[in-house]
């Protein structure tokens, strides 16, 4: 095995994303960054770069221990990445308002913005 491997072929090698295509679609969308910068789909990874996939909303941080570019069996893989990623809250919160209750009000409408982060 080599010394680097293409993001995309290696997010897909781990089995981040379930299709090739589906890696460089992320890529290209701006969903993937290695070291901080976007990445392209085919931008080199090397052992020790950091990568962060957002996926479903989170972001998932993977560090590359050995750059792969083909499926491989998952003892394999666990010895290719380390997962980063700190552990989410298993309940989201899920604000709803009843059916029918008309407009916000002014203060209702302050509240939601606060508890969407729009302060």
Same mark, same amino acid.
């Given at each position: 095995?080599?010394?680097?491997?293409? &993001?995309?072929?290696?997010?897909? *090698?781990? /089995? =981040?994303?379930?299709?090739?295509? %589906? $890696?460089?679609?992320?890529? +290209?969308?701006?969903?993937?960054?290695?070291?901080?910068?976007?990445?392209?789909?085919?931008?080199?990874?090397?052992?020790?770069?950091?990568?962060?996939?957002?996926?479903?909303?989170?972001?998932?941080?993977? &560090?590359?221990?050995?750059?792969? *570019?083909? /499926? =491989?069996?998952?003892?394999?893989? %666990? $010895?290719?990445?380390?997962? +980063?990623?700190?552990?989410?809250?298993?309940?989201?919160?899920?604000?709803?308002?009843?059916?029918?209750?008309?407009?916000?009000?002014?203060?209702?409408?302050?509240?939601?913005?606060?508890?969407?982060?729009?302060?």
């Amino acid at each position: 095995m080599s010394g680097t491997a293409r &993001v995309d072929a290696w997010l897909w *090698a781990i /089995r =981040v994303y379930k299709t090739r295509t %589906a $890696a460089t679609d992320a890529c +290209r969308a701006g969903h993937v960054r290695v070291n901080g910068e976007r990445a392209k789909p085919a931008q080199p990874v090397r052992p020790g770069d950091e990568l962060r996939v957002r996926i479903h909303g989170f972001d998932r941080i993977l &560090v590359v221990r050995q750059p792969i *570019a083909k /499926r =491989v069996g998952a003892a394999l893989v %666990a $010895a290719s990445v380390e997962d +980063r990623t700190p552990e989410r809250d298993p309940t989201p919160v899920i604000a709803q308002r009843d059916r029918g209750a008309g407009r916000p009000t002014k203060r209702e409408r302050r509240e939601i913005d606060r508890f969407r982060g729009r302060e």
